[in-house]
């Protein structure tokens, strides 16, 4: 199974941005798609979750109000819209598939991650 991230790019705060991340392969049974970021000397954190079978969605609070996380029907793509950015939603930010459906915050819980996708958002 390969996840791939794409759509990110160098915005300016208060702008917005979507970011994608499509799996293809076999074999493979979702119960929850996450994104994470990790920014410039730091950890990775959780950013959102999205439950594939009731579309339940948990969000860090940093990103609360601002960012949402869905899917497409054919349950291949997993889109993140962020509006509102703010410079410290500078990160690398990487997607990832889970067989579970519980601890969606927690990286070890996903088997499955993409490349990742660079988004800046300047001041």
């Known amino acids: 199974v390969q996840l791939q991230a794409s759509g990110g790019g160098l915005v300016q705060a208060g702008d917005s941005l979507t970011l994608s991340c499509t799996a293809s392969?076999?074999?493979?049974?979702?119960?929850?798609a996450g994104w994470f970021r990790q920014a410039p000397g730091k950890g990775r954190e959780f950013v959102a979750a999205l439950n594939y079978r009731d579309r339940s969605t948990r969000y860090a609070d940093s990103v609360k109000g601002r960012f949402t996380i869905s899917r497409d029907n054919a349950k291949i793509t997993v889109f993140l819209q962020m509006n509102t950015l703010k410079p410290e939603d500078t990160a690398v930010y990487y997607c990832?598939?889970?067989?579970?459906?519980?601890?969606?915050?927690?990286?070890?819980?996903?088997?499955?991650w993409g490349q990742g996708t660079l988004v800046t958002v300047s001041s």
């Open positions: 990832a598939a889970s067989p579970y459906a519980i601890d969606v915050w927690a990286d070890w819980r996903y088997d499955y």
């Open positions: 392969g076999r074999g493979f049974s979702v119960y929850t």
